[in-house]
């Protein structure tokens, strides 16, 4: 229906970004198929699935998901610089085919990752795309940094959290990018109250020690030492979980708005998501409705432009 190269940039958000299997469905399901995907964290894992051909298995794991099995993911490795390891992921991504070499993919592709050295913009567009997920998803203080040659890569959302440059490089020629953002900043402003963030907390502890009792002996007894430290709280000061996501909200935040201004996309989608935390991965039906939702908002004004 077009005669433009139409690229997607997938934006990162942790569990918000279930939301990017709704954007994409609708798209498809609408004939708008992006020929280039880049994405940046979970926008790089969803993008990858799409970009295999396997996002309707991905989309089926991520509705089944619940705590044991975000629990059966969790390799805690404190010492390797993260609380998750993240080969647990790596396998279920090769468990559910997306592990293709990026160069085989039938849509040109590329993660975006951080270089912890120097900071430095990293696109991987190169080698299995397994590995590429797994550097782009690297969130500081969650999962630990991914070694790829010859220097440890981080979560891609340090430095670029809406690919919109990388797809642009990449040789579209129209970007339609998903933010994950709207909102987050005055969602958890509400939320960082003393009350409410000793309500959350509590709310937050009983989930996680949830999780952990579904963990293997061993991991379990390592997780159940490290995480009440971590989740402990006084009525005016929030949680380790609750200062993590903030201040990467708010760094995302002041980095999306700069590289945006600067780079702006031909459309943006905003899958309304605020509502789900960091780590909600129970809760992709949510988040892809939402994402469903906000592509279907979109449709008339892209139709416009594709055919115009």
Same mark, same amino acid.
């Given at each position: 229906?077009?005669?433009?190269?139409?690229?997607?940039?997938?934006?990162?958000?942790?569990?918000?970004?279930?939301?990017?299997?709704?954007?994409?469905? #609708?798209?498809?399901?609408? $004939?708008?198929?992006?020929? %280039?995907?880049? @994405?940046?964290?979970? +926008?790089? *894992?969803?993008?990858? /699935?799409?970009?295999?051909?396997?996002?309707?298995?991905?989309?089926?794991?991520?509705?089944?998901?619940?705590?044991?099995?975000?629990?059966?993911?969790?390799?805690?490795?404190?010492?390797?610089?993260?609380?998750?390891?993240?080969?647990?992921?790596?396998?279920?991504?090769?468990?559910?085919?997306?592990?293709?070499?990026?160069?085989?993919?039938?849509?040109?592709?590329?993660?975006?990752?951080?270089?912890?050295?120097?900071?430095?913009?990293?696109?991987?567009?190169?080698?299995?795309?397994?590995?590429?997920?797994?550097?782009?998803?690297?969130?500081?203080?969650?999962?630990?940094?991914?070694?790829?040659?010859?220097?440890?890569?981080?979560?891609?959302?340090?430095?670029?959290?809406?690919?919109?440059? #990388?797809?642009?490089?990449? $040789?579209?020629?129209?970007? %339609?990018?998903? @933010?994950?953002?709207? +909102?987050? *900043?005055?969602?958890? /402003?509400?939320?960082?109250?003393?009350?409410?963030?000793?309500?959350?907390?509590?709310?937050?502890?009983?989930?996680?020690?949830?999780?952990?009792?579904?963990?293997?002996?061993?991991?379990?007894?390592?997780?159940?030492?490290?995480?009440?430290?971590?989740?402990?709280?006084?009525?005016?000061?929030?949680?380790?979980?609750?200062?993590?996501?903030?201040?990467?909200?708010?760094?995302?935040?002041?980095?999306?708005?700069?590289?945006?201004?600067?780079?702006?996309?031909?459309?943006?989608?905003?899958?309304?998501?605020?509502?789900?935390?960091?780590?909600?991965?129970?809760?992709?039906?949510?988040?892809?409705?939402?994402?469903?939702?906000?592509?279907?908002?979109?449709?008339?004004?892209?139709?416009?432009?594709?055919?115009?």
């Amino acid at each position: 229906m077009t005669r433009y190269r139409v690229g997607l940039a997938l934006g990162g958000g942790a569990a918000r970004g279930w939301s990017h299997i709704g954007v994409l469905e #609708t798209l498809v399901g609408a $004939g708008i198929e992006p020929t %280039i995907v880049a @994405g940046t964290s979970i +926008g790089a *894992l969803v993008g990858a /699935a799409y970009a295999c051909g396997r996002l309707a298995e991905l989309k089926a794991w991520a509705q089944a998901v619940d705590w044991r099995t975000i629990a059966s993911l969790l390799d805690v490795k404190v010492a390797n610089g993260g609380l998750i390891d993240g080969a647990r992921v790596q396998r279920l991504l090769r468990d559910l085919g997306i592990d293709t070499p990026i160069e085989d993919l039938p849509v040109k592709y590329a993660a975006v990752a951080t270089d912890l050295a120097d900071g430095r913009e990293i696109w991987l567009e190169t080698g299995p795309v397994d590995a590429a997920i797994r550097a782009s998803i690297g969130l500081p203080g969650i999962f630990s940094p991914t070694l790829v040659d010859g220097k440890w890569l981080a979560d891609g959302g340090l430095v670029n959290q809406v690919p919109v440059s #990388t797809a642009r490089a990449l $040789g579209a020629d129209f970007i %339609i990018a998903v @933010g994950l953002g709207d +909102g987050m *900043l005055a969602k958890r /402003a509400a939320g960082l109250s003393p009350a409410a963030a000793e309500e959350a907390s509590a709310a937050q502890r009983g989930r996680l020690m949830e999780m952990v009792a579904q963990m293997p002996g061993p991991l379990r007894e390592q997780a159940a030492r490290i995480l009440p430290q971590l989740l402990s709280s006084g009525p005016k000061s929030p949680g380790y979980f609750d200062v993590l996501a903030n201040a990467l909200n708010i760094m995302q935040d002041r980095i999306t708005r700069s590289r945006l201004a600067g780079e702006p996309p031909h459309a943006m989608i905003s899958p309304q998501v605020a509502h789900i935390r960091l780590m909600d991965f129970h809760r992709a039906g949510e988040a892809i409705e939402a994402g469903r939702i906000a592509a279907e908002k979109a449709l008339d004004g892209l139709k416009a432009q594709l055919s115009g």
